[in-house]
């Protein structure tokens, strides 16, 4: 009887056992439908909002056109009534109409949201305007650089409906329509010989890439490998780099128009294949019949998710595969080996992950056969190198051995048997006697027989945490490099530890992935994005060094060729532009967001995202002084020319001032500007420190007297100032950068040379442009570079106007340009 009671209970808790994992199973399941449906009604929400601000734009343009009718219907009833009885006096409320017109157009204008591609960690990232400090009676009485409703009356000025930049000869001013708003710049008052309708011409100087500080090594695997040329090839944004450690020289491949997700190198060592994600403009890997307002490419087959197969010696493409069979991205690829590199197996990101093999043996190459992968990620695909009919893939809970017979492929998942099945079979080797070896999510390292789908060995607990690369070495050896745990170990030929291993310092991060370099050499990428290079015996040296996260501070040396980067991974970087490498890091306690140099060359001040800005000694890295202004993020910060002052430029609309003493050591603080109603942009100072000109996120110009911090409403004072800089995008100087059609978010930053020839830009769609300064003539011809994969964030010349440094937005990449 107790027998059958155990028996009963056992029976019981193996139903409720069962019960629980099939709940589990569709909870995890419903956790992940219920993800990307969040994911998908937040990408609605973002395409809606550019739709909401434009009927908003419309809706504050119906407004001021039935004010301005009101007002000419009122102005004819008081002209007549005035006529016909010359002794009544003008009604009060007639009186009051423009008062009343003025605000209904203020209001309707506040209410307009703009967005912005800057990090805005706060709740107020959209920085409403304050009515108790921007009443609509303060917005009249101070000069602004939006036309008010007066301005809409001018018979000489045209409708805010046209978009085309229009000249006031009157004024001497251009009305520069920008998503729905005019902004008016006045030109100086020594100009002659002005003529909108004419283009200005690109400059005669041009730029070419020179470097690349950094590599993806955060989310990508399996792409560092060293050429017969002696330059190691890996990739980071829209670039290929080709280095050569031993000559500090770097080559670009630049045929890609976004992020390069994979890589994989020929049978002969020369030819190279590269995929990438789908462009800017495409979604799930099909063309958009719209194109971004103010994009200067528009939508082009280049855009697609596609493969490139190209020359590494002459850099030249030899074949573009996949332009509109891909979707979403190219998520990994691999030559055939055996036949000399006739074929190429290809998995792409779409739901499915389908799997294609390509023939490109013949002049134009084609896909011979594709299947279904699986739902499940797919983080790698090799072909075996012994046996040419064979390919091998790993991803999310499997690895899959395909085989290609017949012109299509047959599948068989591989079977665990005794041993734990891993969440992510994460790497792939293979032995010279044709074994499979594969490294996991668990630590274990698994051997599965030539021809099989079964395991034949295994060393459990090789790491602690994942195995995120395995390489086997010319010696037949094999290293394995682990996640959590930072290890690089070797095993011999029978997966016996030979005692050498070593331990990547927490300074560079995890291994991401593992492979032969020059001689005995091994190369290590990592997943902080550096690039390692050395032996086990000995010590490994750092040859690439990168950020992790999205960039927006730069600041260049004021007399020497150094530049300082900072980022939201809170790493701050002195670069040296001549050496080409790191002078050093520093790990902040908070994202960093904008920086700049003293005048004096020996102080740098940080800003942060959390409203604090930082004062440091370039040579000791050490902190002088802390301060806090606000509660939001500086998004901007500069000393004046003769380092006295230093304004702070604040995501709560107002900018910061500070007298500066002891070289750079001290701050008092002197006030803050008001009057902005949305949140600062940009800064510049005038040559002679007394003056600040500053842009906000809804495309003000204001001007400000420093000293007071009272704002300068005098046009004929702020027109014929002369400014140190050109930080601001808003100005007569910079009204030829504008894209036709430019919502306002388009471009990021601008910076003039030093000897006031060349203006750089940065944009929204990956690409650094250079125009001739003054560039205010609209439609003006640039120079225009791609190498970034996505938005430029801040661009800035060396002091000796040699190189241009530009950073890039999530691709964390940093790019320096020479000028030729």
């Not at 560092?224 to 491949?253: C, D, K, S, W």
Request: hydrophobic fraction near 35%; include cysteine.
């Amino acid at each position: 009887m107790t027998s059958m009671t155990e028996f009963l209970e056992k029976c019981h808790e193996d139903e409720l056992k069962t019960s629980f994992d099939v709940l589990d199973g569709l909870l995890s399941h419903d956790k992940e439908d219920l993800v990307e449906r969040v994911a998908y009604l937040e990408n609605k929400v973002h395409q809606q909002q550019d739709e909401i601000v434009c009927l908003k734009s419309a809706v504050a343009d119906i407004i001021r056109r039935l004010s301005s009718v009101e007002a000419v219907t009122h102005n004819n009833m008081i002209a007549s009534r005035t006529h016909s009885r010359p002794t009544l006096t003008r009604p009060r409320s007639m009186a009051a109409l423009p008062s009343s017109r003025n605000k209904s157009h203020l209001n309707a204008l506040d209410n307009v949201n703009v967005m912005s591609r800057r990090n805005a960690p706060s709740s107020s990232a959209r920085a409403p305007p304050k009515s108790s400090r921007h009443s609509p009676a303060h917005s009249l009485s101070k000069w602004s650089s939006l036309a008010t409703s007066a301005d809409m009356s001018n018979s000489l000025l045209t409708p805010t409906s046209s978009k085309e930049p229009q000249w006031n000869q009157e004024e001497g001013s251009i009305r520069l329509p920008i998503r729905g708003r005019v902004v008016n710049l006045f030109t100086p008052s020594d100009l002659t010989d002005y003529d909108i309708s004419k283009p200005g011409e690109a400059p005669s100087e041009k730029l070419q890439l020179e470097w690349v500080y950094g590599y993806r090594g955060r989310d990508c695997r399996s792409n560092l490998y060293f050429l017969p040329t002696g330059e190691v090839i890996y990739f980071t944004a829209a670039v290929v780099v080709l280095h050569n450690v031993e000559e500090q020289t770097q080559r670009h491949y630049l045929g890609h128009t976004d992020d390069i997700k994979c890589i994989a190198v020929h049978p002969d060592r020369i030819k190279i294949a590269t995929g990438q994600t789908s462009g800017q403009d495409a979604k799930e890997g099909k063309p958009q019949q719209t194109k971004k307002s103010g994009s200067p490419d528009g939508m082009n087959g280049d855009s697609l998710p596609h493969v490139r197969v190209w020359d590494s010696v002459s850099l030249n493409t030899l074949h573009v595969l996949g332009l509109g069979v891909f979707n979403r991205a190219v998520a990994c690829l691999s030559f055939s080996k055996l036949d000399g590199g006739q074929h190429l197996v290809v998995v792409d990101e779409a739901n499915e992950h389908v799997i294609s093999v390509w023939d490109l043996g013949r002049e134009k190459p084609h896909k011979i056969t594709e299947t279904k992968s699986s739902t499940d990620p797919v983080l790698a695909v090799e072909y075996h190198p012994l046996e040419n009919s064979q390919i091998i893939s790993c991803g999310k809970s499997q690895i899959t051995f395909w085989t290609f017979e017949g012109g299509s492929l047959a599948k068989k998942n591989g079977v665990f048997d005794k041993y734990d099945k891993p969440k992510y079979v994460l790497s792939l080797a293979f032995s010279d006697s044709g074994d499979t070896v594969s490294g996991d999510s668990n630590g274990n390292i698994y051997v599965w027989g030539k021809g099989s789908n079964r395991i034949v060995n295994a060393v459990t607990g090789a790491h602690e945490g994942g195995v995120f690369s395995l390489c086997f070495l010319k010696d037949g050896t094999l290293l394995s490099g682990g996640g959590k745990d930072r290890k690089i170990i070797q095993y011999d030929s029978t997966l016996q530890k030979t005692g050498l291993e070593t331990e990547v310092p927490e300074l560079y991060g995890p291994v991401r992935t593992l492979s032969q370099g020059k001689g005995g050499l091994i190369l290590v990428g990592t997943t902080r994005n550096c690039i390692l290079h050395g032996s086990l015996d000995l010590e490994f040296s750092v040859i690439v060094q990168g950020h992790t996260d999205e960039l927006w501070g730069l600041a260049t040396h004021p007399f020497q060729h150094q530049f300082l980067t900072g980022g939201a991974d809170k790493q701050l970087f002195l670069w040296d532009a001549q050496s080409r490498t790191a002078v050093w890091n520093k790990e902040m306690n908070d994202a960093v967001h904008s920086c700049c140099f003293h005048p004096n060359g020996g102080i740098i001040a940080v800003g942060t995202n959390v409203a604090r800005w930082l004062v440091l000694d370039l040579s000791t890295h050490e902190i002088v002084s802390v301060h806090t202004d606000g509660n939001e993020q500086i998004e901007c910060i500069q000393y004046s020319p003769d380092g006295s002052m230093v304004a702070i430029g604040s995501r709560d609309n107002y900018i910061y001032i500070y007298n500066v003493s002891d070289d750079g050591c001290k701050y008092s603080k002197v006030g803050r500007c008001s009057g902005h109603s949305s949140f600062i942009t940009h800064v510049d100072w005038s040559e002679d420190g007394q003056y600040l000109a500053s842009n906000s996120g809804d495309y003000e110009l204001l001007y400000w007297t420093a000293a007071s911090c009272k704002m300068l409403t005098n046009q004929t004072v702020t027109r014929d100032i002369k400014w140190a800089t050109q930080n601001n995008i808003l100005g007569f100087n910079t009204a030829g950068i504008w894209p036709e059609g430019a919502d306002g978010t388009d471009i990021n930053g601008c910076c003039k040379s030093h000897n006031e020839r060349m203006i750089a830009t940065c944009d929204d769609f990956g690409k650094v442009n250079l125009f001739a300064y003054p560039a205010n003539r609209p439609k003006s011809a640039f120079h225009s570079y791609k190498g970034h994969s996505s938005h430029v964030t801040s661009v800035s010349f060396l002091f000796d106007d040699s190189r241009l440094i530009s950073t890039g937005g999530k691709d964390a990449a940093v790019m320096q340009w020479q000028v030729v």
